[in-house]
T-cell receptor, first 110, second 110 residues
Framework: QKEVEQNSGPLSVPEGAIASLNCTYS??????FFWYRQYSGKSPELIMS????GDKEDGRFTAQLNKASQYVSLLIRDSQPSDSATYLC??????????FGTGTSLTVIP | SQTIHQWPATLVQPVGSPLSLECTVE??????LYWYRQAAGRGLQLLFY??????ISSEVPQNLSASRPQDRQFILSSKKLLLSDSGFYLC?????????FGSGTRLTVV
């Protein structure tokens, strides 16, 4: 079982809608969780980090963490065409190893 | 603030030729440094990481090598490139609160 699992997509949403990206993980002791955005041909950019259960909001982005269910999600409100990118979930395990998911491709349709 | 520099941005090399990619970090000391490769449409593959000068750990057997001659310098090398070495190479640094990536090198082996 992979440490981090993401649906590769592609996920398509209309402009202005809420995009929901999900990620599950296997190491129950994982402590730190991150979402990266990667535009085509560019390097990943850290957009959110979350360390405790619940929601964390930053502008149009909300990260949600549920350690009991071992999933972390990213919600993007009022999606814009500029949000079209691949979103990578990442985490740090109990062994202090850093793992990335394979990413979910998001397309926001104008 | 911390910055990470990576060069060159693009590289086209013939099979069997040598390779040297360089990465430097500014604004921090003794960073953990990483080399990742991302094949087209694939996830991030950790190649090497270093926790200090001269300390290199390899994650995947391959014809690549890494060196860390200075605290904030990380070099990825190959004596003879293979076609399968083509990909997007990313240097990153991190201290447990998420990684910061360089801009990447797009390597095409022909």
């Amino acid at each position: 079982q992979k440490e981090v699992e993401q649906n590769s997509g592609p996920l398509s949403v209309p402009e202005g809608a809420i995009a929901s990206l999900n990620c599950t993980y296997s190491d129950r002791g994982s402590q730190s969780f991150f979402w990266y955005r990667q535009y085509s041909g560019k390097s990943p950019e850290l957009i959110m980090s979350i360390y405790s259960n619940g929601d964390k909001e930053d502008g149009r982005f909300t990260a949600q963490l549920n350690k009991a269910s071992q999933y972390v999600s990213l919600l993007i409100r009022d999606s814009q065409p500029s949000d079209s990118a691949t979103y990578l979930c990442a985490l740090t395990t109990t062994g202090n190893q850093f793992y990335f998911g394979t990413g979910t491709s998001l397309t926001v349709i104008p | 603030s911390q910055t990470i520099h990576q060069w060159p941005a693009t590289l086209v090399q013939p099979v069997g030729s040598p390779l040297s990619l360089e990465c430097t970090v500014e604004g921090t000391s003794n960073p953990n440094l990483y080399w990742y490769r991302q094949a087209a449409g694939r996830g991030l593959q950790l190649l090497f990481y270093s926790v200090g000068i001269g300390q290199i750990s390899s994650e995947v057997p391959q014809n690549l090598s890494a060196s860390r001659p200075q605290d904030r310098q990380f070099i990825l090398s190959s004596k003879k490139l293979l076609l399968s070495d083509s990909g997007f190479y990313l240097c990153a640094w991190g201290q447990g609160h998420g990684y910061t990536f360089g801009s990447g090198t797009r390597l095409t082996v022909v």
